[in-house]
């Protein structure tokens, strides 16, 4: 992983295979991930705008690890969003057949 320690997200010059799918996950409603790394007093919370840009950073309290959060999915569409909430149930069962 390029990603050793949370200040190395400045330095990173490309995304990745993982990175790419957080930038369009930040396009499709709103992106948190929270992430501490061992050896770290406390984790960090970053919020992403719709454009993949850092928009707020903060100190959190958590366990070791990442935890990549979508909410709002689909707001930006709305007509996306309403066939998902439409279809929500068959939805679901597509996305954990993955």
């Known amino acids: 992983s390029k990603i050793a320690a949370v200040d190395d997200l400045a330095r990173v010059g490309t995304l990745g295979f993982r990175g790419e799918a957080l930038a369009s996950l930040s ?20 919020d992403f705008g719709a454009d993949g840009a850092l928009v707020a950073r903060e100190a959190t309290a958590r ?36």
Do not use: D, H, Q, Y
């Not at 499709?28 to 501490?36: A, H, I, P, Y």
């Not at 990549?68 to 707001?75: I, Q």
């Open 27 to 46: 396009a499709l409603g709103s992106l948190r991930v929270e992430t501490r790394a061992r050896g770290e007093a406390a984790g960090e919370r970053l």
């Open 63 to 98: 366990g070791v690890g990442t935890c990549v959060e979508v909410s709002n999915l689909f707001a930006p569409f709305p007509v996306r969003r309403r066939e998902l909430e439409a279809r929500g149930r068959a939805e679901l069962r597509k996305a954990l057949a993955l």
